[in-house]
């Protein structure tokens, strides 16, 4: 069964650093998604993508959050200045146009 | 705006006994509306989703849900409930386009008692 996939499954880093987190999306989807869950609060979500742009966002993707497809395949999130409060698990998501959402199982960011 | 409301932040029921999740929701057109399992420190597993039809659908593990468009409610049932239904359940919902992304309510915790 297809799935999408999600690396690193864990990712720790220092407060400031930039981080990339990485997604495979199904292959025939066309929309791309990513949300975030705070530990022990709601699934939010952060941004969607089609046709090579991005089709809506939240208050919560700011300056700071910037997403790419870079090679067809790929859908990265990039957090450029990483705050304590960016740990959280971060899902991606992707569909056809009148499908459900395949998620993946999510990277554990750790800002320290 | 797009919305849902999970009332139950926390559920408690003993092992073989029936289960009802509440969700409410509120969305301007024709909702596509979605109940997810996760299990601590996993991803979101799709249990179920109504796009249209029979308002009564069926998900895996044994779960149904009912679309009342008149209540705006999808509750979530499973007549007898295992230990292992223990998880996290969120509610969703969507446009019937990928344009829209899902908004979720903020989840329901189930506890199984033996």
């Known amino acids: 069964e297809p799935e999408v996939t999600q690396t690193p499954s864990h990712q720790v880093t220092q407060m400031g650093q930039e981080v990339i987190l990485r997604c495979v999306p199904i292959s025939n989807h066309l929309y791309f998604y990513w949300y975030r869950q705070i530990l022990g609060q709601k699934v939010e979500f952060l941004v969607s993508f089609y046709n090579n742009e991005i089709s809506e966002k939240s208050e919560i993707f700011d300056d700071q959050f910037s997403v790419e497809r870079p090679d067809g395949s790929n859908f990265t999130l990039k957090i450029r200045s990483t705050k304590l409060e960016d740990s959280a698990m971060y899902f991606c998501?992707?569909?056809?146009?009148?499908?459900?959402?395949?998620f993946g199982q999510g990277t554990r960011l750790t800002v320290v | 705006a797009q919305s849902v409301t999970q009332p139950d932040i926390h559920i408690t029921v003993s092992e073989g006994a029936s289960l009802e999740l509440r969700c409410n929701y509120s969305y301007g057109a024709t909702p596509y509306l979605f109940w997810y399992v996760q299990s601590p420190g996993q991803g979101l597993q799709l249990l179920l989703k109504?796009?249209?039809?029979?308002?009564l659908v069926q998900g895996i593990k044994g779960f149904e849900a009912e679309f009342k468009r008149s209540q705006s409610s999808f509750n979530l049932r499973k007549p007898s409930v295992h230990w292992s239904d223990a998880a996290e359940y969120f509610c969703a919902v969507g446009g019937s386009t990928g344009r829209r992304a899902l908004t979720f309510g903020s989840g329901t915790r189930l506890q199984v008692q033996p």
């Open positions: 998501a992707s569909r056809t146009d009148r499908g459900e959402a395949f």
């Open positions: 109504y796009f249209s039809g029979d308002t």
